[in-house]
């Protein structure tokens, strides 16, 4: 009796053991560490959040995680506290604070351009500048989005024979320097001048793109790579580019990629061009559509562009990237995706048209469901340097701009240089 009266003295006189918490946070949990062993049923009591969401405590005594009941909400600042207490040989005297964010939603900025010709004068200008210079005024702004996308309309290479054409085109291998300075990760091939030099010039092009990581859509080696097209995962987006040209009055079916057979891609074999975006959306939470269609010199919509882009929503695809016009076109809004009819020229030698030297980059914000809103940014395309319109050029550019998506029924709200397109996928 005497010995249990010691121990019970000895135990009473014992100090408790303070009691201390250090935490991580994952992007599905928050990991709480213990330095002394507490029951998981009072520790669940004991932790409050700030906002209020209902979690769940689980753990072995010194490691726990609390995780929410129904998934974290996005971009959101939280407080958790464990509140003080005090038992037997344990006592924890002041409240644990850990804050911390939860990450933003899936999602990705894409920056797009129409036609980006690579000869003529800006070949000219590359003898004279580094690869660094057509690019130079617009860099920036297109090294913004993290999937930046461009038709290119020239084969890049020092082979193959003009086919019998009105124009032909063929860049200089350095120019494939340019693409890079200027951010493009990301090319249509399928296009009524990638072929004009023949196959020898379209299989240099795509080799000197994928030494420089820009991937591309629209063309291939033969028809099974082609139909693949280009596929990206950008901030937690899985993301497929698929890419096809319109038959002009020449090029078809000599240009078309076979089995065996270098080539481009037309969307004029409507079955096959349904199934191709089928197949793409099997892996993919957003598909983007590049057509080379419509008219050249007007900021009309065909009828035959209006047909097209909406089959291509139809088919799966979120956003339709146009381009052939070589002048800025509308955007309409199908069944809540965008049609971007055409994206204008880019970079190209100036046209004796005015309305050919004007143009815009596509910015859009795109998540796991489609694009969320847009903006409309004008630039003018200067010698063979692309330039952001500012100031009176700026205003009167999106006069146009504005007025084209009048035409179409979209709505449009202007921010400082921009235009703004909401969208709620």
Known sequence: MLVVVVLLFLTSCSSPVEVSFSAEYGNSAVTLAANAPIEEEMLAGLITLDPAVPVTVRGDGEFFTVTPREPWPWDTFFTLT?????????????????????????????????????????????????????????????KE?????????????????????TYTFRAPIPAADALVHGGINVVSLANNHILDYGAPALE???????????????????????????????????????????????????????????????????????????EARRSADVLIVSLHFGEEYTHRVSAEQREMGRLAIDSGADLVLGHHSHTPQGVEIYRGRPIVYSL??????????????????????????????????????GDSRPRPASGEEGRRLRTLLTGLLDELGTAWEVEGDAIIISLSP
């Open 145 to 165: 989005g993290d999937l930046v996308f461009a038709n290119l309309e020239c084969p890049i290479s020092n082979r193959g024979a003009p086919v019998q054409k």
């Open 344 to 381: 204008g020229n880019f970079l190209f030698y100036p046209f004796d048209k005015s309305m050919c030297n004007e143009s815009y980059i596509l910015r859009a914000h795109i998540g796991k469901k489609g694009v969320e809103h847009m903006r409309l940014l004008p630039v003018l395309l």
């Open 204 to 278: 240099d092009t795509l080799a000197l793109l994928e030494v420089r990581d820009i991937a591309y859509a629209g063309a291939g080696r033969e028809e099974g790579l082609a139909r693949k097209g280009a596929a990206f995962e950008k901030g937690g987006v899985k993301i497929a580019v698929l890419a096809y040209s319109a038959v002009f009055n020449y090029g078809y079916p000599a240009w078309r990629a076979g089995p065996e057979k270098a080539g481009a891609l037309f969307y004029h074999e409507r079955e096959q061009f349904m199934e191709d975006m089928k």
């Open 82 to 142: 464990v509140q003080p207490f005090t038992v037997a040989g344990a006592v924890h005297n002041s409240p644990f604070v850990f804050t911390f964010q939860t990450p933003p939603p899936p999602g990705f900025e894409l920056a797009a351009v129409g036609d980006v010709m690579l000869d003529y004068l800006t070949s000219e200008r590359l003898r004279d500048y580094d690869p660094a210079y057509p690019f130079a005024a617009i860099a920036p702004t297109l």
